[in-house]
């Protein structure tokens, strides 16, 4: 409520729960008075418990999101099997890598399941890598990235703008990202 309709708000658990009881009991609670068309719980339960998070995702009238287990194609195959997520959030990283990453995204669309593309590095390469993922994917969830910005701004410069919370992606080849050599050898070290 205090954010407004217009932004998402996505409540990650990091798999602290034990079991789907305690999910619905916290739910239940924090939407007794009101229900919030913006809000998704991400992870609730551990990465593998697919058979509880599908069971979530037919008992909560809120969407659920698996972000930790999200780890290969194979492994959205199964989450899609299983229906156990409304949505996922997608990281390069985790995922195994761009190609994977794109695969996943596509057994999401085949699938009805949203992709919240997210990078957790802070690296502006990292972030220019995902945000080209996220404009692939037909229909993406808000995109998660820039929060970490600055940490390497003398390493890396160009991928994209942030303009009126909206990407822009550079029109240069690749990932748009330059690396500045000078700063990069700065943290060489001889062995």
Known sequence: AAVGPQIMVTADANQFWKNVGQVRSLVASLLEENYYHNLSLEQPLHHLD????????????????????????????????MAAADGVALNINTAGGLGSARQIADICEASAIGVYVRTKTGSRLADAAHCQLAATIRDPLPLNVGDQLGFDDNLFSGGFEIRDCRIVLSDKP??????????????AIDI
């Open 50 to 81: 697919l058979g509880g998070h599908a069971e979530l995702r037919r008992s909560l009238s809120i969407p659920v999101v698996l972000g930790d287990g999200v780890i290969s194609p194979q492994s959205m195959v199964q989450i899609s099997r």
């Open 174 to 187: 690749g990932l748009g990202v330059y690396v500045n050599e000078q700063a990069l050898l700065a943290h």
